[in-house]
């Protein structure tokens, strides 16, 4: 069974990045795919990105698109979410997910971390 765990949440001001780790030990499926979603208070959680096995494939929220990139190291077991030009509305608790398939809007993961909180400030 994989675990994940994720790290680099903070604290910061409008305008500055994050970069959030999430480090898998084991897997689930052959060929994961891995994916970041996030929860604000009082709201459903909701998909940030994904990336298939391998990183030739990602999508991403249109929220984010062109602010976050997804990537990932297979040999390290390690996927990553740079943010950039970060937002108040952007603050979250941030979820790693590995799924099956990274078309994580229409196939749910199986597996989530803990998650790791980031706020913004104005």
């Known amino acids: 069974q994989v675990q994940l765990v994720e790290s680099g949440g903070g604290l910061v001001q409008a305008g500055d990045s994050l970069r959030l780790t999430c480090a898998a030990s084991g897997r689930t499926f052959n060929r994961p795919a891995y994916g970041w979603f996030r929860q604000a208070p009082g709201k459903a959680r909701e998909f940030v990105a994904s990336?298939?096995?391998?990183?030739?494939?990602?999508d991403y929220a249109d929220s984010v698109r062109g602010r976050f990139t997804i990537s990932g190291d297979n040999a390290k077991n390690v996927v990553y979410l740079q943010m950039n030009s970060l937002k108040p509305e952007d603050t979250a608790v941030y979820y790693c997910a590995e799924g099956s398939s990274a078309s994580m809007k229409i196939i749910p993961p199986s597996t989530w971390g803990q998650g790791t909180q980031v706020t913004v400030s104005s």
């Open positions: 990336i298939n096995y391998g990183g030739t494939g990602t």
